[in-house]
Every structure is written in structure tokens, then in C-alpha cells.
């Protein structure tokens, strides 16, 4: 299976084309993956549809923190690269893994993860869920990344909490359906093509 970089650091990527209108193209750049990349109305993303096992996780271990993402992604033969998580000058946010190892330099605030194992399975965690139903198994984990808000749950738009998911900015949300496909979505932002988007305009997108 190709590697997919999950580097566990940064919570959205700034990517950097310019279109005047509306365009959208779809590719299928390996096996079991689909790319589209859509502008309109000063919007700009890229939404990356992966079957069940198509690609194996690979996340940054802590002794990589603050890899430049393409550099990381050159050194592990990564067909596809992404940013994740929050951070601080010294930590991550929330529950991060990489290389099978959890990061120990982290801190709360991001109670949304999802795991990566070696069978090629994916799962997400809720830290705020019942207790004994949030913890990421480390039995065969591969990578983990973790965020917030929620933006779907069971098909709905999960309710946006936090006044920063109402303000348009570059960023990154991974989606997980029933049968293990796993949905990457990257928007570009802070430039006049393109705007950002709001937590609810990513759930849009999503459903």
C-alpha cells in the first residue's frame, strides 16, 4: 500500500492556485483514490476520497516535529501529504501518534482523533463520549491525529461551538464513513481567490 502523510502538527495547510471561475477536475491519481479539486465563488479546495485500505497511514513521530511537510513526504515515499492537528512552539494537541508511538508532548483541547492502524483499518475517538468508549487502542496503531470541532455525526452537521470554526480560514478536516473510506478535505484560504471556510461550509461539503 502507498503511505498517506498524516504529519501531526499543524490544524490547515496553505496550498496556493489562482482561478478567476468556477472549475472543478477530477482525477484518479492511484488505486482506490479520488482527487477533486473545485473553485467557485472564491473558494478553493481540494477533497481527496480514499477506499477502505487503499493507502497506509504514515504519521510524524515525535522526534520529526516541524518536518516541512514535503520534505517528510519525500522521505517516507508519501504519495499524498497532509497538515493535522494544533500546536504550540513545544506540543501537539490532543492525541497524536507516529511510527506505532503515542507523542508525550501534547495537551488537551482537541478531544476528536482518529486512528490508523496496521490492518488498514481506520477508527474515530470521542474524548467526550461515555467513559470507556474514548480511548485509542495502541494495539497495532500506525498514526493518529486529532482536532475539533466535529463537523458530522450519523450524516448531520454537528453544531459549530467555537467562534473560530465560524470565521473563514485555510483548513484541514478528515471524515470517516461506515464502511472505512476515508475523506480528506484541504481549502485553501487568506488570499482574494480564496476566502477559507467556516466550520458549516466544510459540514456542507462533507454531507
Known sequence: MRPITLRALLGFCL???????????????????VHIHRTENLQDYHLLILAPRAMEAVGTDQDQAWSVVSDFARRTGAQIAINANFFSKTESCGVTAGDGRLWTAVFEGCPMTIAFFRDGKASIHDRKAPAGSAVVPTAGLLAAVSGRPGLVENARPSPTLERFASIRHPRTALGLRKDGTLVILVADGRREQALGFTGPEMSEIFL
Request: charged letters at 25%; hydrophobic letters at 20%.
Open 15 to 33: 496550498l496556493g492556485s489562482t482561478f478567476g471561475r468556477a472549475e472543478e477536475r477530477t482525477t484518479r491519481p492511484y488505486p482506490g483514490v
